[in-house]
């Protein structure tokens, strides 16, 4: 059983603190699994089981309730007769009508811990945001990192797992099945042939629930078009303005607004993350081009084909690296200086780095490579990920397999 302690070390933290725990990410990424695995945790610490009470509200055993009303009669009933502090959970609450005014009541009136899941982000919008400033908390999370993903593996297979060179063997073999077929959890446990079905399934689920029910999108085709041309473009800075001149060559007329629209329908939908540019000299953000990279590198083969996962690999490898970072719990954004760009300046507290990502380095590429990292001058650590094996550092600037950064370079 994978554990995910990049998260459960979270809510082991937040346990008890008088804040609202807000947990957030795709469809079927595991955030159900996650609040089981502390649930468990919780009883084998001494938490009473009948104080713990969990909703599930894609559960049909909860189909009548719809609005928060009914919602404030269940749990009221089943809290009446409990002593001592109640341990609420509720999953995929965006499910309930007014659910705000339910979970502000619980706060005020309640000796409780509440932990509630959705799978859109646009759950911190409304009542819980204004009438709760300050005492909620989001925990965003992700399909498995790669070493979930080989934490997985290795649960399932009776081999040395002492022998590091047997392991890194395996490791390395497990990289491109993680390239091609993504990190959804339960993609792990289905046979190959059935994997790219189960990816499209997971699309179309956010595609319909997510994105046309919930904005009352009436152009399909457009909206088909927009994700299309974001998992052709990971890693490639646009604007909203540059997506609607594409367009317009394929004769499909679209406001540079209603693009923007769309864009923020994708990220509140989890799907796509936005990473915005920073002046590293002038320390600001910068308000036009940005990057978009996708939540699971598996819908680029599911949605695109495998030939797009060929042709595209280095933004793909770039793709990896960035949900690495953000999985890790880093704040992410492209460096400018100068006309020049960094693919990632990271900071987490008072840590600072760069990186610059590439499929291979030869001699080609190899100053368009370097040479940005060599143009900022402050002390922070430099480094250029690429799947080449030989050590490739240059002027003060660490090389870094992929393989050896999923691995451990953050641990």
């Known amino acids: 059983m994978v554990q995910r302690e ?18 957030t990410g795709v469809r079927r990424c595991g955030k159900s699994y996650l609040l089981e695995l502390f649930i468990k945790e919780l009883i084998n610490n001494g938490i009473k089981q009948e ?16 609005e928060y009303s ?34 502000v009541s619980y706060y005020v009136d309640l000796d409780c811990d509440i932990y509630i899941t959705g799978s859109n982000s646009n759950l911190l919008s409304g009542e819980l945001s204004t ?6 908390i989001e925990i965003k999370i992700y399909p498995f990192s790669f070493n979930e993903f080989c934490e997985y593996k290795l649960e399932n297979m009776e081999i040395d797992k002492t022998n590091e060179d047997l392991i890194k063997f395996y490791k390395q073999q497990w990289l491109d099945e993680f390239i091609r077929y993504g990190s959804f959890p339960f993609s792990l ?5 059935y994997k790219l079905n189960y990816m499209q399934d997971i699309f179309n689920s956010i595609l319909y629930k997510d994105l046309i029910e919930r904005y009352s999108v009436r152009d399909v085709a457009i909206l088909n078009k927009l994700i299309i041309f974001l998992l052709d473009n990971v890693g490639n800075i646009f604007s909203a303005n540059s997506i609607s001149n594409f367009l317009k060559k394929e004769n499909i007329s679209i406001s540079s607004l209603t693009i923007q629209n769309y864009l923020k329908y994708f990220e509140n939908a989890c799907i796509f993350n936005k990473v915005l540019r920073e002046d590293i000299k002038g320390k600001k953000i910068l308000s036009t081009n940005e990057k978009y990279y996708v939540v699971d590198i598996g819908f680029i083969h599911a949605i695109r084909g495998i030939n797009q996962v060929q042709k595209n690999r280095g933004h793909i490898i770039e793709n990896i690296v960035y949900l690495e970072l953000v999985k890790r719990g880093y704040s992410v954004r492209i460096g400018k200086l100068n006309g020049s760009e960094i693919d990632f300046l990271c900071k987490k507290s008072d840590e600072v780095f760069y990186i610059q990502v590439t499929e291979r380095i030869h001699e080609a590429n190899r100053n368009r490579e370097f040479d940005p990292l060599l143009k900022v001058k402050d002390v922070y650590p430099k480094y250029i990920i690429s799947e080449d094996v ?22």
């Not at 030989?390 to 641990?411: T, V």
Request: no cysteine.
């Open 6 to 23: 990049l998260y459960l070390e979270k809510l082991r933290q937040l346990k008890d603190k008088d804040i609202i725990k807000v947990i």
């Open 189 to 193: 446990s289905i046979n190959k042939e």
């Open 390 to 411: 030989e050590d490739k550092s240059n002027n003060g600037i660490k090389h870094i397999n992929l393989l050896d950064f999923l691995i451990n370079f953050l641990d």
């Open 51 to 66: 104080n713990i009470i969990l909703i599930n509200f894609d559960s049909g055993k909860y189909n009548n309730i719809n």
């Open 131 to 136: 009438h709760l400033t300050g005492r909620y």
């Open 70 to 103: 009914s919602l404030d009669e269940l749990v009221l009933k089943l809290t009446e007769k409990i002593e001592g502090k109640v341990y609420l959970f509720f999953d995929e609450i965006q499910n309930v009508k007014f659910w705000e005014k339910s979970i």
